[in-house]
């Protein structure tokens, strides 16, 4: 099946810093990316929809300027959530549309566990 | 808003019983997967379904979509301790977008 890398697996900031994680599809390209963020015991929380070569589409709730997003391939997608604080700390999933027009195939990423001190 | 309800929310059973869980909606769907998390990682695809009244089997997994397309089950026979998890249902509208909807999930706990 179609394998989605991130990195870092997991980090440890101070409270202010920036933070960036990359999501790779490493066997297929994906012009859209999707990024979640998952909170202990509870299920995928979408935040944006990342596509390439154009601006992501962010859901409501989501700060467009404290998350920011860049697909700059068909294999690279990035967050970066800026200035950080302990509200932030959590479990970020990226997955990569790997299916047709027909038939949508999310594949995940392994997810990226981040904490702010 | 598409809501999928999953249920039970948490199911704990012993090795080798057999179990079900639920997805339920009232939103019709183009296509529905099912997905299996355990802790610390991410969301791993079991199955696609498409057409209504689809069975598909993936070992001792048995996925059936409903006949009008708007629910699924799935039914674990002899479950084993690695079978543990959480299954995550998520279903593709017919509205042109290609995001998924995504149920809360089951919690399955397989007792050895």
């Known amino acids: 099946g179609a394998v989605v890398s991130q990195h870092p697996s997991w980090v440890i900031c101070k409270s202010g810093t920036s933070v960036k994680i990359e999501c790779r599809s490493l066997?297929?390209?994906?012009?859209?990316m999707f990024w979640y963020r998952q909170f202990p015991k509870q299920s995928l929380m979408l935040m944006a929809t990342?596509?390439?070569?154009?601006?992501?589409?962010?859901e409501q709730g989501v700060e467009k300027d404290k998350f920011l997003i860049n697909h700059a391939s068909l294999t690279l997608s990035t967050l970066t959530v800026t200035s950080a604080h302990p509200e932030d700390s959590s479990f970020y999933i990226c997955?990569?549309?790997?299916?047709?027009?027909?038939?949508?195939?999310?594949?995940f990423g392994p997810g990226t566990r981040l904490l702010v001190l | 808003t598409q809501l999928l309800e999953q249920s039970p929310q948490f199911l704990s059973i012993q090795e080798g019983e057999n179990l079900t869980v639920y997805c339920n909606s009232s939103?019709?769907?183009?296509?529905l997967q099912w997905y299996r998390q355990e802790p610390g990682e991410g969301p791993v695809l079991l199955v696609t379904?498409?057409?209504?009244?689809e069975v598909k089997k993936l070992k001792r997994l048995t996925f059936q979509f409903g006949d009008a397309r708007k629910d699924s089950s799935l039914h674990i026979t002899a479950a084993q301790p690695g079978d543990t998890g959480l299954y995550l249902c998520?279903?593709?509208?017919?509205?042109?977008?290609?995001?998924?909807?995504f149920g809360k999930g089951n919690q399955v706990v397989v007792i050895p």
């Open positions: 939103s019709v769907f183009s296509s």
């Open positions: 990342s596509n390439e070569g154009s601006k992501a589409t962010y």
């Open positions: 066997d297929f390209q994906a012009t859209t």
């Open positions: 379904v498409v057409t209504g009244g």
């Open positions: 997955s990569a549309d790997a299916g047709t027009a027909h038939q949508e195939t999310q594949y």
């Open positions: 998520a279903g593709q509208s017919y509205y042109g977008n290609n995001r998924l909807a």
